[in-house]
């Protein structure tokens, strides 16, 4: 199960899906090639996304690796 | 010329499960995740490396701090000594750690020969300069007052390095670290954690004929969760090195920068070659196009953008795709010669290939060239595509931002330089840029202070490519770090301003008169 506090080191490489539908959001996971550090909400903390907001995004992530 | 990789592993000491945690000549068995490394050639698994734990970083900065107490009394000639015979042992395994670079990383074999070439040639450099770490004398205000200043070492210096440059980047840091008195602890990709393996492997009879103590060169392979915000945040490490993107060394900057550190920046470039109505064509093509899709446009000195006057564009573009008709021919396995480029790291990055190639037409951008995954024989990993290149804008989004792929952007100037040179800045990185003209006042203004706002600025020759002795960095997101040569040595200890009072009398400075 993918949580906020996910590595997104792990996110990606245990979700590869994940790269790009994080991308159409605003959040580059992967830059000169490598994972960026911290977790998934540190990402979006970054972009200044509300709670709200990645708890939705946490949630259609969840729905996608669970098709 | 055929390689065997199975040789090669065996020659480099590579086993098919690797301890990932080393402090010299000392291997730990450590308990962290199995980091498995897969070739991005042929998609095969090559090896597995055990990373680390917590306990097991904290067990290396222990070792490493008991370290510097000791390798910064030795004489910085005699630090030199080591870092020789390091090179030396480099230079003997020059042909497999070249291979190995270039199975693991997909650089072609020439490429990788050339980056090992690199660590030889700075351990080289860092031998001259540890007989040279001058301070200077200065002139007092005071009668009967020497002052001065003198470098001392630093302490632990923490180097994270890319995928990109899996070695050489390690070698620019930890030679001039060495030979300054530094110990250091290397964060090597997760994506090539075996080459890094090998380079230690390789240099630690050095260590041990030498009585280096351990703890002076420690290698970690661990996850972001081991390595990341409490590596940078460790205040027992004064400086941390950072080759990557531009968001992993923001966060160092401010990790490090929160706890008063120093950091090191080498990040993401958005490179230009400027091509004027007064350049010599042909050899302004044959050397962007090295630029462009060399190392498959994984340099961060890759050439992303070509700014190109109008009187001659159509000319220079037509001469552009003929250029890349002929390297369509010449993709390939990068440990066959016959192939001058080779693939991408992995699918991520073929994955943001694409996309970059569908946003430059939704941009309105004109894709004119390549651009698509290839397959069928050869090409079975996935990793292998067309270099594209895109005639665009310097305002579309996705040309401010670094694609780590080999698409270039074709981009129409009119006017004068200044015009092209205005261009080129507009972009948020500052890494590598270059101008191509005969024209003395044309490339004279490109490098003078309102010319190329990069950290490095090259006439008549193409953006990637640096050699070892000049300072290696760039301005902006790129970070504005220097490594390798130059004075980068500096970065690697604390300057320590000294006056001495030889006199019988208390003059203060400025005159200040304070009589009790």
Not at chain 2, 428 to 451: C, D, K, V
């Amino acid at each position: 199960m993918i949580t906020k506090e996910i590595a997104i080191e792990d996110l990606v490489e245990d979700y590869p899906f994940t790269v790009l539908f994080l991308k159409e959001k605003g959040i580059r996971c992967i830059m000169c090639g490598e994972p960026i550090w911290g977790t998934l909400e540190d990402a979006c903390k970054e972009k200044e996304f509300s709670e709200e907001k990645i708890k939705t995004i946490v949630e259609e992530l969840n729905q996608l690796a669970n098709k | 010329m055929k390689i065997d990789i199975q040789a090669i592993l065996n020659k480099l000491g590579i086993e098919e499960v690797n301890q990932g945690v080393s402090t010299g000549a000392q291997w730990f068995d450590t308990d962290g995740k199995i980091n498995k490394s897969s070739s991005p050639v042929d998609g095969k698994f090559i090896a597995s490396v055990k990373t680390a734990t917590l306990e097991d970083y904290e067990t290396v900065v222990k070792k490493a701090e008991a370290a510097f107490k000791e390798w910064r009394l030795v004489p910085a000639p005699e630090r030199g000594e080591v870092v020789r015979q390091i090179g030396n042992a480099i230079r003997e395994y020059k042909h497999e750690l070249g291979a190995l670079v270039s199975y693991e990383m997909g650089k072609i074999y020439q490429e990788g020969l050339g980056e090992v070439q690199e660590m030889i040639d700075i351990c080289d450099f860092a031998v001259g300069q540890s007989r040279l770490i001058n301070g200077v004398a200065l002139q007092s205000e005071r009668p009967y007052h020497r002052l001065s200043e003198q470098y001392h070492p630093l302490g632990i210096v923490g180097i994270v390095t890319s995928y990109n440059f899996p070695v050489a980047v390690w070698a620019w840091n930890s030679a001039l670290a060495a030979i300054a008195g530094d110990v250091v602890i290397w964060k090597p990709s997760s994506k090539t954690p075996l080459v890094a393996l090998a380079t230690q492997k390789i240099i630690q009879q050095v260590l041990i004929d030498n009585n280096v103590p351990e703890g002076v060169f420690n290698l970690v392979v661990g996850r972001s969760s081991v390595m990341g915000d409490n590596f940078l945040s460790d205040k027992r490490i004064p400086l941390i090195s950072v080759t990557g993107s531009t968001a992993v060394g923001r966060r160092a900057a401010e990790l490090v920068g929160k706890r008063l550190g120093k950091t090191l920046l080498e990040l993401g470039g958005n490179n230009a070659v400027t091509i004027t109505p007064n350049a010599d064509i042909e050899m302004a093509i044959m050397s962007t196009v090295f630029g462009t899709v060399g190392t498959a446009g994984q340099r961060c000195t890759t050439t992303r953008r070509v700014i190109i006057h109008e009187d001659i564009y159509d000319q220079v573009r037509d001469s552009f795709v003929k250029a890349y008709e002929k390297i369509a021919d010449k993709i390939g396995s990068p440990l066959d010669e016959k192939y001058l480029v080779g693939p991408l790291i992995d699918g991520h990055s073929v994955e943001l290939f694409i996309d970059a190639v569908k946003r430059v037409k939704e941009e309105g951008g004109k894709v004119i060239f390549g651009g698509q995954v290839l397959v069928g024989e050869g090409y079975e990993s996935g990793n292998y595509v067309m270099p594209c290149i895109a005639e665009a804008e310097n305002h579309f989004d996705i040309v401010q931002h670094e694609t780590f792929a080999p698409i270039v952007y074709l981009i129409k100037y009119s006017g004068d330089v200044q015009n092209a040179i205005d261009i080129q800045n507009d972009v948020p990185q500052g890494l590598s840029s270059a101008i191509f003209t005969l024209n003395m006042r044309e490339a004279e203004h490109f490098i003078a202070q309102t010319g190329s706002d990069c950290g490095i600025a090259n006439v008549n020759l193409g953006t990637s490519g640096a050699e070892i002795g000049g300072a290696f960095g760039g301005e902006k997101d790129t970070g504005g770090g220097r490594e390798s040569g130059s004075d980068a040595w500096k970065v690697y200890m604390r300057r320590q301003t000294n006056t001495i009072n030889y006199g019988s009398t208390l003059p203060l400075a400025q005159g200040v008169k304070f009589d009790i």
